[in-house]
């Protein structure tokens, strides 16, 4: 008589391989209801699980992995605070990798996910993430939750703030205070953060009937270097702008030393708005007006995402959308137009 598999109790209960696997290495996410109809299946079935594999198992199956693009960027610090305290206080551990956006070490720590066989993966998708990879981990039972960013045509839960809105509310405030030539350096459009904040400048500006002006939009790569380099291009125009709406933190700080270079005056002779609030953007000499994202509860809401997909791996997917906060200092030039 063959002997009973994991499949079978899998098969017999209604679940997944990987719930029943969760159960059988007490992981405490899992859905108590669920837990009870995997273990009446183990004892209808009479299952007498691999004792060796099970160990091996145990060793990681309260292990999540969480790949973000850029370890460099200070944005993320708070979003990994946030994903370890929740991983925590479910008796969880971290496995943190960094892609810095590089398609071929994204891979690679993929394989190492499923290498290590962690209980789930919160990941920053890469503008070159394959469909492939991911659909794999699926497959084999580990849940993907997509942080930050989401994969067209790729459905799984993922947790993102609303870009459109935030770049809107900081391209209105700009135009409230009487700035009309307003440009843009945003990240790339391939990626749901720049396409989003880009829709949310050209969609402010038509509301509030401006023309839009492809000179003043500048596609960056959400690194320092291209808010400089991109930031001496507007500078060099004939017709300068008089605002810039930065669509990232990183860009913004090679936006502030392109400006400090030309000794350009902020916000005397150029306002300047960012996205994302950095310990320091208060500090600065023109403290910096920006878009706030709520990365602690961006963390903390991914962590429960994966939970209750690990509880339930039969839900529907969700896409929980975060809203931004616009934050006024003295960079935009309001206390100079008040």
């Given amino acids: 008589m063959p002997s009973i598999t994991i499949h079978d109790v899998a098969d017999y209960a209604g679940v997944s391989r990987a719930t029943v696997s969760r159960v059988l290495n007490n992981n405490p996410a899992v859905d108590q209801a669920l837990r009870l109809r995997v273990e009446d299946a183990i004892q209808a079935l009479g299952y007498q699980p691999n004792r060796t594999a099970r160990r091996l198992r145990a060793q990681s199956s309260n292990v999540i992995g969480l790949i973000i693009s850029d370890i460099r960027n200070p944005y993320f610090l708070s979003i990994i605070q946030g994903v370890e305290d929740v991983a925590y206080a479910h008796q969880m551990s971290l496995i943190l990798c960094n892609s810095d956006e590089d398609p071929t ?74 700035y009309r030539r307003i440009a843009t350096i945003t990240g790339p459009v391939h990626l749901t953060t720049g396409r989003e904040r880009y829709t949310g400048y050209r969609s402010a500006l038509e509301a509030n009937g401006l023309a839009y002006d492809e000179a003043l939009v500048k596609i960056g790569n959400f690194k320092t270097e291209s808010g400089y380099q991109l930031t001496r291009e507007l500078l060099a125009m004939a017709e300068p702008p008089d605002a810039i709406f930065v669509s990232n933190n990183m860009m913004t700080l090679g936006a502030l030393r392109a400006l400090r270079e030309q000794e350009i005056r902020v916000p005397q002779e150029m306002a300047l708005v960012g996205f994302d609030d950095m310990p320091w953007s208060g500090d600065l000499y023109s403290p910096l007006t920006v878009v706030s994202q709520p990365t602690y509860e961006l963390g903390q809401e991914a962590t429960n995402l994966l939970l209750r997909r690990l509880a339930d791996p039969g839900l529907p997917f969700r896409t929980v959308i975060l809203q931004t906060r616009l934050i006024v200092r003295e960079s935009c030039g309001a206390k100079l137009r008040s």
């Fill in 105 to 178: 070490k994204e891979q690679m720590y993929l394989r190492v996910m499923e290498a290590e066989h962690v209980a789930g993966l919160i990941m920053v998708p890469s503008q070159s993430s394959e469909e492939q990879q991911l659909s794999r981990l699926k497959k084999i039972g580990i849940p993907v939750i997509l942080l930050d960013r989401v994969a067209d045509d790729f459905e799984v839960d993922a947790v993102k703030v609303d870009n459109e809105r935030g770049a809107a509310d900081a391209v209105r405030h700009l135009i409230a205070l009487g």
